[in-house]
RNA sequence: GGGCGCGUAGCUCAGUCGGACAGAGCGUCGGACUUCUAAUCCGAUGGUCGCGGGUUCGAAUCCCGUCGCGCUCGCCA
């Protein structure tokens, strides 16, 4: 409801100013402060007084006077407040928003007919995913399905790099070492196996001299040159090593979950020959320059001083001209285009865009998004380098911590629901792997993360459990409601305390909240409502009793207000992906 | 050194397309379970919004400068 309201507020301020012959560039539309009872307000007296001639508060009266709520559904009142206009909900905003909650899809927005694809994760299949990684999966797939909720048609893929220089040294090394001088793998697993074998190899790249070392480059350039000649053998070759390690790695990151619709192999936009068509057209295009035996782009046109190189001396592609030819298959495919990238790729991907743009693509389609990494106190991650906290163990350990929750919390439990082996399981997944969820998406992608243990599984902060509590509360006065007997109502007439009304507000927010999020990319207002809204919820618990209201219609209309809830709170969190639990 | 990002309470973070006295949680201190689940609630405490200028009726928010931290500047990805 807060939509249509918002778009009446608009609609009138703006044609009150138009009866009075100002400006409506700027209507200064915005959410008050929370002690202020209106639920928008606009501060454009400020900027009229001058043109007008008279002091700000003068002019909010005049468009005040000027507004005309007649044709308004949701706008029951007007009033001015010092230099600002405030507009008030009216009786049937909370009406149509405790009806709307009803349904159990509420927050979906209507269908855009948008299909949009979603590229995150995307590693090289080196090895296990680590918590430096970890924040790409989080935060795109929470991106992903708040794209979903505003009503698009959105696709998951994986961009699998089985076609550059690192897979070619894995290759090499999986084929070359012998499983004896290689340590004991950390878990029974094929990324945990075969990572032994990269890093063994890149170990020996990084000491090898002399004839040793050119003999492993022979063989590396030898891989290499065989996948851009689109040799059948090489690409098994490669692929034995690929395909189980990302098996691997999708076992981590389908405990999330991170789940993929498509796993898009660059290898293919070699063999299809897209890859040597956009080397072509480069090739042919005012911005190629031939410097030092390798085709590049000059984008100083673009305001990029770097030159892009295309193709190597050697006339193989590189990642990103591989990159080139997925995107194109992109734009063919799909209306909208989102990557979520780590923010060392920022550099790559203005690159990306800006040659795509020389191709004759028109970028408006396509929105890269970036994330910070998330280091260790001492320093950065590497698959390579074996330094870093598996997500797996990262995992683990807050399941763990969350059943020796669940277990300390059994005794002075006060609900008699008899939690079985079964639920205690279900209830350390639910919270340990929400927790550990939401710590990641609550945060603004752009801000750098430090892990520590014990700030990462803080279930008592701002956090998944807070959340995930307020829902299983609904669940429990939902069920105690039934065996009483109680039917809920949408009467909001009967529903008149200030803990009933925030929370009708709150829910009215939610379809809002999840537009703003899809527009912006932003997955954390999402958290950041789920918090809030935890918050009202639990205000409204300790003071509206539902099976102990005063009489029964107030009863069912607090039952209708906690169907409501439980439908805001399972919503927002599943937009987070993280699991609403009916009993804690 | 150039480019990009970040800097808000002791700690972790919201707020950043200019607007009403800068908000949470944790921590500290003090309260609330015979009540629909206390993984909860209520109160107190705590801030030169990195620093210095500028624009504006109004700046955490925009501009310039500066300091600190991160990323980046490969024929790697």
Redesign the pocket.
Known sequence: MFRAFRSEVENAVEAALDALDLPTDDL?V?E?????P?TL?S??A??L??AVGAA?PAVAEDVADAVDIDDCEYVGRVDT????V?FYVSDAYYADTLDAGRADDYGTLPPTDTSVVVEHTSA?PTGPVHVGRARNPIFGDAVARVLEYAGNDVERHYYV?D????VAVFTWAYETFEESDLPEPERDRADYDLVRYYRKGNEFLESAEGDVAEAAEAEIADIMQGLEAGDEETYERVAVVVDQVLGGMRTSLERLPAEFDRFVK?SQFIRNGDAADVVQRLKDSEHAVY????W?LDLSAFGL???L?FL???D?????TRDLAHHEWKFENYDEAVTVL???????AEQLEAALEILGNDTDTLRQT?Y??V?LPE??MSTRKGTGVDLDDLLDESIRR?RE??ED?LG????N?ELDEDDIDR??HQ?GIG?VRY?IV???P?????F?WE?AL??????A??V??VH??C???E???AAAGIDASTDVSVLDTDAERDLLRDIARFPAVIE?AAEDL?P??VA?FA??F??TF????????????ADEDVAAA?LGL?QASRHTVANALDALGIEA????
């Open positions: 200064g915005e008050p402060p929370e002690d202020v209106a307000a501060s454009v400020f900027r007084a001058g700000p407040q010092g230099p600002y405030n090289n790099n076609a550059g220089r690192q660059e410097e030092e035996e390798a590049q001083e770097k030159n190189v190597r001396s050697d193989t592609t590189l990642y990103t780590g923010e060392d790729h920022k550099l790559q970036f910070s990494w280091n320093g950065g969350a929750e669940v919390r002075s439990r006060v609900r629901d209830i350390a919270v927790a710590d609550s945060k603004q752009t801000k750098g993360i430090t520590e700030r803080d279930f008592e902060a701002q956090s459990p807070y995930q509590y299983a509360r669940c429990g006065i069920g105690e409601a703003e932003e954390h207002v950041t918090r809030e935890a918050e639990n205000t409204f618990y300790r003071e509206c009793s539902v099976l102990n209201a607090r906690v639990p009916e009993s804690m």
